[in-house]
C-alpha cells in the first residue's frame, strides 16, 4: 500500500545562516518538472484536496507552519510541518489537502510534472474506485 513519509534533507548548519539544498532524484525519488508555492493564505482556508493520476510530489514548509492530509483510499495521516528541512514525499494516487495555515507561511511543492489539469481527479468517489 502506497504511504506518504517525511524525507530529512541536508541541513549546512552555519553561524551566518543555516542553508538546505535539494537536488532532483537525489533527495527526492522523482526528476523536479515543475516549483510552486502557496502563500498570503487567509485563516482557516483549505488547500488541495484532490488527487493526481501521475503527478509525485514534495512539500515543504519554508516559513510558518500547515498540516497535510493524506488519504491512501484506506489510511488518513496528517503531517504538520513547521520546518524548512525537511518535506513530505506524497507518492502518486494519494488524494491530499493543506490546513491549518499559520500566518505568513510558505508552501513550496515540488512536482514531478508540469501543469496538466488531466492529471486532476478533483471527485472523491471517482478517486475511492481507483
Ligand atoms: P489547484 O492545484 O487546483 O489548487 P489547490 O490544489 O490549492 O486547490 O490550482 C489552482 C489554480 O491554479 C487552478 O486554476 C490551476 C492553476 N495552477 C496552474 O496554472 N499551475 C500550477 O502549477 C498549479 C499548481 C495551479
Known amino acids: 500500500m502506497k ?3 517525511l524525507i530529512n534533507l541536508p541541513k549546512i548548519v552555519d553561524p551566518r545562516g543555516n542553508l538546505t539544498f535539494i ?3 537525489h533527495h527526492v525519488p522523482f526528476d523536479i518538472k515543475r ?3 502557496i502563500y498570503d493564505v487567509p485563516g482557516g ?3 488541495g484536496g484532490h488527487a493526481f493520476k501521475e503527478q509525485q510530489e514534495l512539500i515543504i514548509s519554508l516559513s510558518g507552519s500547515f498540516d497535510v492530509v493524506v488519504d ?3 489510511t488518513i495521516q496528517k503531517f504538520s510541518l513547521n520546518r524548512s528541512y525537511y518535506g513530505l514525499y506524497v507518492p502518486v494516487g494519494m488524494w491530499r489537502h493543506m490546513d491549518n495555515f499559520s ?3 510558505l508552501a513550496l511543492v515540488l512536482a514531478s510534472t508540469v501543469y496538466n ?5 478533483r471527485d472523491y468517489e471517482e478517486f475511492r474506485k481507483k
Open 103 to 105: 500566518t505568513n507561511s
Open 35 to 37: 516549483v510552486y508555492w
Open 117 to 121: 489539469e488531466e492529471d486532476y481527479i
Open 72 to 74: 491512501n483510499g484506506t
Open 45 to 47: 482556508e483549505i488547500r
Open 23 to 25: 537536488e532532483g532524484n
Open 3 to 5: 504511504s506518504a513519509h
